[in-house]
């Protein structure tokens, strides 16, 4: 017995020891390990639908243009990255692009203007379902949707190339704005199978950084590609991708020095962080907004009949500004988001400077709820405490999605406000997959959700009230005049008309307020100080990352708080 | 009798296909009439409403469920199961990166359980009534009751924050593959033990228990007394008498246990950010990756099946009369 605890007790000494020694040679100091939640699922940027998965293709395979965001004006910017230059012609039908001539695959390939026109090709071919499918509104387009290639592309030369665009179409540099991928490696694949046969494949890269391995479910590690004009040998060598499910594990390796940076820390993880001194937090100017959606029009009469009829509770205009009011959003903030909420009015962040709107938001107060109640008709006419209308008692189910605390709290909240003003809810918690059909159907009143306000601003998708196209107004919100400027909108070329529409939409909305807009949310990134160049933008913060240094001098590998 | 045990291994294994098939249709209607959507990730204001049909149609979800089920049924006897609608590839190659992880990493664990399961229940119930049986006991009791994500988190606390002996997350470091092969053992290792004390520790004590509780009625039985009559020794006793007589329900939970550990470690592997067959699980069934769950819950149900096969046939090797009672 004595033998085999021995024997046991140097197995362990040795599967201990042994590790530790390598473990030393694991501190490669150029390097910068990101933190994040899952894995992705391709890397493939025809396929990389999710955040990481855009961010990390798209630090592999180089757009011809880099966006870039002015923060001066609050616009999106474009500079040079594959193309070195551009000219568009007189009417803005046709642009030529000059390549650069230096850019080489990572099979030592050239890239030329073939593999731009290939990827055009295969991003809008159905049979590859890509994610840009059915988006290239301004290029002709055959019936399945796919670019007429022959009519939009003359390859001038293998480094200069003219792309012509739909006649009477508004184009602009968003939409040529998509990583180019190599003919070469792609070409020879069956499109009907190419989303199966391509994982087959192994990446053939043209940007800052080439794939050195990817560990399912553990790491994916990307080199410094050596050959790109990006390269430069004073900046970071490598970015590891490391995959920690566990919200609360990351928050500790971060801390420890084995992770530099990492996003979406909670507010009240803030002074933890805030002690140790090399750690540096940082909030990512707004983009993202959580709302209450009342729907516009009935549910049950749109199920049975398929015909749109105000809705019992919130088809009023009236009824809608009289939930605003009730609805608490600064206690929300001060709960829940501190600093990094402000409160929201409208569908157009503050970031985007020249066409956001200034309105005073709708204040909480009780009083004006209950006013604009009665002025829409509701009344406690039995003395219940629950407000009525023709019989009609104004109690309803409110959905909200399960595990976020912050719309937790905020329903709590906005269920006691209700009730002191008689007003029932039934808050309701699902899972967002189950909740999501139910939006897209319209089948429920009320329920609580966010949204990330896209680059370039789009409102048309949210606020349009033709169905074709706008397929995420959940709230069936209809204003012919709202229709009229976003139709406007999209076929705009001045910047400063469409600020001006812009601002006329976001009034005309909160006249409305189809939705109650609650707080815009500031994404807070945490980072190991020795990380220098880090440019925060409303942009993802990895954007630019192969233009990060790294402090050698200072190793935060083990926390020290600054007290 | 070895015809017989022949014919009773082929129904068994007739009666597992059957149960297998069973479940696999009983999750595909379940699946297919339950709310979400497997193409909802291809919603947003980014894309194109008509890439959802297009996905629709090429997942084969525009098709009536009974066409489905039969495509289903026709595929799975060719082996195929499908290809998943996250990774876009076959789901037995998807299952293939994530399952030697799992049977390594459950194996390893069930040794720990058995090993350290037996020996504490062994040594306990040799000082039987004493403060140290008693304390085991309790602690025993204690750990039971914990769940497995409170173990994990508070050995990250102290060994790998406060005290920073093990990693705290991943199955190796980023420059294991630059490292010799004895270095990647260890480094494998050293990532390894706090993930496998979070899982073990709770069928430690589920071992001890039943163990512990078996030998106490078998020290008790009067065959023990008679044997012991006759001056046989302790030590002969306990090995050759009370522990055979005692193991026999062990093994029955071995097998059940095994199984578990086996089908995925779903806690653990998060907490520990580990790729094994648990997390799989619910990364696709949070996706609705319909065929990715299928294909899990068919590797699962087979090596539950398995598992306690093999349990059965261990109690029958022991005891003959457990042999006769599976023949009959």
């Known amino acids: 017995m004595k033998k085999k605890l021995f024997i046991i007790t140097l197995l362990f000494l040795v599967l201990v020891f042994l590790p530790s020694c390598s473990k030393k040679s694991d501190q490669i100091p150029n390097q910068v390990v990101i933190g994040i939640d899952s894995d992705v699922e391709s890397l493939n940027p025809l396929f990389s639908f999710s955040g990481y998965e855009n961010n990390i293709s798209e630090l592999l395979y180089l757009k011809l243009v880099q966006s870039d965001w002015d923060d001066e004006n609050g616009s999106l910017v474009y500079s040079p990255m594959l193309a070195k230059s551009w000219k568009w012609n007189n009417d803005s039908s046709s642009i030529i692009f000059y390549l650069r001539d230096d850019v080489l695959w990572s099979d030592s390939q050239q890239v030329t203007a073939e593999d731009v026109v290939f990827s055009f090709d295969i991003y809008s071919d159905e049979n590859i379902e890509s994610k840009l499918y059915d988006t290239f509104n301004n290029f002709d387009l055959d019936k399945t949707k796919h670019i007429k290639i022959k009519k939009s592309f003359e390859v001038i030369d293998p480094y200069t190339l003219k792309i012509n665009f739909k006649k009477n179409s508004i184009p602009s540099l968003i939409d040529i704005d998509l990583p180019v991928i190599p003919k070469h490696v792609y070409d020879k694949l069956d499109r009907k199978k190419f989303a199966i046969l391509e994982k087959e494949i192994s990446l053939v890269t043209n940007g800052p950084f080439i794939l050195k391995s990817w560990d399912k479910n553990q790491a994916i590690v990307l080199t410094v590609n050596k050959n790109s004009f990006l390269y430069d040998s004073k900046h970071i060598e490598k970015i590891i991708f490391k995959i920690v499910p566990d919200y609360t594990s990351r928050l500790t390796q971060l801390k420890k020095g084995e992770i530099d940076f990492m996003e979406d820390i909670r507010t009240d993880d803030i002074p933890s962080l805030k002690q140790i001194d090399f750690i540096q937090l940082s909030p990512l100017p707004a983009r993202e907004y959580d709302y209450i959606g009342w729907n516009n029009i009935d549910p049950e009469t749109l199920k049975k009949s398929n015909k749109i009829k105000p809705n019992k509770y919130f088809g009023d205009p009236l009824v809608r500004k009289a939930l605003t009011f009730a609805v608490n959003r600064q206690e929300i903030i001060d709960e829940y988001l501190g600093d990094f909420g402000q409160v929201s009015f409208g569908p157009v962040s503050p970031i985007f400077k020249s066409s956001f709107a200034e309105i005073k938001p709708l204040e909480y107060n009780l009083d004006s709820a209950k006013y604009y109640l009665s002025k829409a008709g509701w009344s406690d006419s039995d003395k219940d405490g629950v407000f009525d209308k023709n019989g009609l008692k104004f109690s309803f189910p409110f959905y909200i999605t399960n595990g976020n605390p912050r719309r937790e709290f905020a329903s709590t909240l906005l269920k006691n406000s209700l009730i002191s003003i008689g007003i029932n809810i039934e808050v309701k918690k699902m899972d967002l997959q189950v909740l999501m059909p139910k939006l897209f159907a319209k089948e429920i009143d009320a329920w609580m959700l966010g949204w990330v306000v896209g680059m370039p601003l789009d409102m048309y998708v949210f606020w349009h009230s033709s169905s074709d196209a706008s397929q995420l107004n959940f709230t069936s919100y209809n204003n012919k005049i709202v229709d009229k400027y976003l139709d406007e909108y999209k076929i705009t070329k001045s910047e400063i008309l469409k600020d001006e529409l812009a601002k006329k939409i976001q009034i005309l909305i909160y006249n409305d307020q189809p939705v109650t807009f609650l707080y815009w949310i500031q994404n807070l990134v945490a980072y190991n100080k020795r990380i220098q160049n880090l440019k925060i933008t409303p942009l993802e913060p990895i954007h630019y990352s192969w233009n990060w240094t790294v402090n050698l001098s200072r190793l935060g590998s083990r926390a020290k708080t600054g007290k | ?328």
């Open chain 2, 1 to 328: 009798m070895n015809k017989e045990i022949i014919l009773s291994l082929f129904k068994r294994f007739i009666t597992s296909i059957v149960v297998l098939l069973l479940m696999l249709s009983f999750l595909f209607v379940l699946l297919r009439y339950s709310p979400g959507d497997p193409t909802q990730k291809f919603v947003s204001a980014k894309l194109s409403p008509n890439l959802v049909s297009k996905v629709k149609e090429s997942f084969g979800l525009d098709k009536p469920v009974l066409t489905q089920y039969k495509n289903f049924l026709v595929n799975l006897t060719t082996g195929d199961l499908g290809v998943s609608y996250t990774y876009r590839e076959s789901v037995i190659s998807v299952i293939k990166k994530y399952l030697p992880f799992t049977i390594i990493f459950s194996l390893l664990s069930f040794l720990i359980q058995i090993l350290l399961g037996y020996y504490l229940a062994l040594y306990s119930i040799k000082r039987k009534g004493t403060y140290v049986d008693k304390a085991i006991q309790k602690i025993s009791l204690s750990v039971y009751a914990v769940p497995s994500f409170v173990i994990g988190v508070l050995l990250i606390y102290v060994f790998s924050w406060k005290i920073n002996l093990f990693p705290s997350s991943g199955l190796t470091s980023f420059n294991n593959q630059s490292s010799s092969f004895i270095l990647q053992l260890g480094d494998y290792a050293v990532h390894m033990i706090l993930p496998l004390i979070t899982l073990s520790l709770g069928g430690i004590t589920v071992f001890y228990k039943y163990l512990r509780d078996n030998l106490d009625e078998t020290f008790n039985s009067h065959f023990v007394m008679n044997l012991r009559s006759y001056g046989i020794s302790e030590k002969e006793l306990i090995k050759k008498h009370i522990i055979p007589n005692s193991i026999g329900p062990m093994i029955s939970v071995a097998g059940i246990e095994l199984g578990i550990l086996l089908s995925g470690a779903l806690i653990t592997e998060v907490i520990f950010g580990l790729p094994g067959m648990g997390r799989l699980a619910i990364t696709a069934i949070l996706s609705r990756d319909y065929p990715l769950i299928i294909g899990c819950t068919f590797i699962s149900g087979v090596l539950i099946i398995l598992s306690n096969l093999l349990a059965d046939f261990i109690r029958a090797k022991m005891d003959k009369r457990i042999l006769i009672g599976m023949i009959n």
